[in-house]
Structures are given as structure tokens and as C-alpha cells.
């Protein structure tokens, strides 16, 4: 099992343009998020998905959108890219039920210019 | 919103030493976890707690779920250069989201 892959591993932007950072899994895990990492902040919740078609907002969304049409992929999306969104970004993943620990992939940083 | 206030910040200790890091929040959290991670990669999970009053091991590490559901330490025993890292305890709410606390830096002088 590969577990979960981002992808791109580094990305720089300029100022307003778009792109997908993308997350899959191949666990048939029902939850994923998306948490950014900035020095001193630790990991803060983006969205997150309880289960494909499902998707809620976590702690900081503004500037994002993600969706969830299958249950392996949770692309998120950065419609206007701002100096601000310069930062490490993680997907994680767990099943509904048992262990309640997320799996992370190994990260995507981004640069924005 | 929901907030983990984790202590201390950063530490610095002799290979050997005890290590005892706690994570603290306003809001009740029905599981409780640690993670450490590594320069360059993501978190990996150290410990899961499930109920409150448990106390959980691994190898040289301990934690224990608060009483209040409201807190819970890790305890790493007789640190080696390996444990070198950032940890960080994160609390589980019912409906899946996990928040994480703002982490504690270790550093292990040999």
C-alpha cells in the first residue's frame, strides 16, 4: 500500500493564480483533511471529509475549496493564490471506525511570490 | 473555536534525561493523540487515548487522557538523539476533526 501520496512535493505560485494540490489514498479510508503547518502555529484544519460527497470546513478555510467525489481523492484547490497561503500543506486520512489516528502523507510546499 | 494550548514550547535536554510535555483546551475532546514528527515529513502517531483517566505506553513513552477530558501529558523516559523532533498532541471531536496543538520542540544533546 502506497498509504497517502501528495502531490506536487514543492510548488511556487505568483500572486493570483490557481492550482489543485492533490491528496489520494488507498486505504478505503472514510475520513481525510487538510491541515496547512506554518513555524510556531502547528497543524490548523483547512476542510475535511467524513465520507465521499461530504465535506465540511475546519478552522481556517477562507481561500480554499476542496471536494470529495470518490473516496480515494481530496483535491484541494487554491482558486487566487495570496503571499498568505505560503506554507507546508498535509492530507491525512483514517477509517470511521477503530483506530482514530490520521494518516499523513509527507507534505506539499507551497510558495507563493 | 476549539484551541490546544500546548507546553512548553521547545526543549532542550541531556541525552538520558526525562522529558514531560502537556496539552491543555477548553473544550472536552473524546480522544486524545500524540504525534512526533521529522524534518521534512509528515506526523507520525506515537499514542492513542480513548477514555478518560487512561494511562497508555509505548516503549519509553506515556501518556495519559485527563480526568476532565479537557488535558493530557506525554512522558518520554531516558531520551536518546533519535527523539530529537517536534511533537504534538491533537484532540479528536465526534464528528472527525482533529485539531492540533501548536507542538513542543525537542532537542537531545548526546
Known amino acids: 500500500n502506497a498509504g497517502v501520496t501528495q502531490t506536487p512535493k514543492f510548488q511556487v505560485l505568483k500572486t493570483g493564480q490557481s492550482m489543485t494540490l492533490q491528496c489520494a489514498q488507498d486505504?478505503?479510508?472514510?475520513?481525510m483533511s487538510w491541515y496547512r503547518q506554518d513555524p510556531g502555529m502547528g497543524l490548523r484544519l483547512i476542510h475535511y471529509?467524513?465520507?465521499?460527497?461530504?465535506?465540511d470546513q475546519g478552522e481556517v478555510p477562507n481561500g480554499y475549496n476542496v471536494s470529495r467525489s470518490t473516496t480515494e481523492d481530496f483535491p484541494l484547490r487554491l482558486l487566487s493564490a495570496a503571499p498568505s497561503q505560503t506554507s507546508v500543506y498535509f492530507c491525512a486520512s483514517r477509517p470511521n471506525q477503530g483506530a482514530y489516528g490520521y494518516t499523513f502523507g509527507s507534505g506539499t510546499r507551497l510558495t507563493v511570490v | 473555536g476549539q484551541q490546544l494550548n500546548q507546553s512548553p514550547q521547545s526543549m532542550f535536554i541531556q541525552e538520558g534525561e526525562d522529558v514531560s510535555m502537556n496539552c491543555t483546551s477548553s473544550s472536552i475532546f473524546n480522544t486524545w493523540l500524540w504525534y512526533k514528527q521529522d524534518p521534512g515529513e509528515g506526523p507520525v502517531l506515537l499514542i492513542a487515548l480513548y477514555k478518560a483517566g487512561e494511562l497508555t505506553s509505548n516503549g519509553r513513552l506515556t501518556a495519559q487522557f485527563g480526568i476532565t477530558r479537557k488535558d493530557s501529558f506525554l512522558n518520554i523516559s531516558a531520551s536518546i538523539p533519535s527523539d530529537v523532533g517536534i511533537y504534538f498532541c491533537a484532540g479528536s471531536t465526534p464528528t472527525g476533526k482533529l485539531i492540533f496543538g501548536q507542538g513542543t520542540t525537542l532537542q537531545v544533546k548526546p
Open positions: 486505504m478505503n479510508h472514510e475520513y
Open positions: 471529509s467524513v465520507g465521499a460527497g461530504i465535506t
